[in-house]
């Protein structure tokens, strides 16, 4: 399960850099080019880009939750937390509200410090409310579905025990 959930984020990611650079114009004018990524600080990061902990928490409650609805299951056998690698974030758009990507890695760790990873290169936007949303696919009128997930400080596999 763990592997064909693997091979999903590996082909979303393929398929994420492909539409980007056929979306995007060959040579952007340098001063008006979206920021490529950003990590750490959020200072190198346009203004509406998360923070490196709000996103991280974001990333973290997304994994718990297909953890805990057995979407990806971890080999970790006693998990004492789970936590996302630092971030690269890139733009998708020049303007406030235009899609991000953030890559790394979620990490499930065990007693004994057992150690699961698993890559990720969502494609993420700010709803109204200000949560962030991943994009989890089209439905079947073709319209986009975004999905804000919940807090792991309720999740089974992931919750304060």
Known sequence: MLAFTRLQLAIAASLLSLSTAIAAPSTPPASTAPASSCKGDASGCPA???????????????????????????????????ESSPLNCGALGEEPGSNFVCGGEMRFIGKGSEIDTITFSPTLRYEEEGRIAFYVGDDEEGKQVWRVPASRSNSATCGVR
């Not at 974001?58 to 789970?82: M, N, P």
């Open 48 to 82: 509406w880009i998360p923070s490196q902990a709000q996103m991280r928490n974001t990333i973290a409650d997304y994994f718990c939750e297909l953890a805990d609805q057995g979407r990806i299951q971890s080999r970790v056998k006693q998990l004492v937390r789970a």
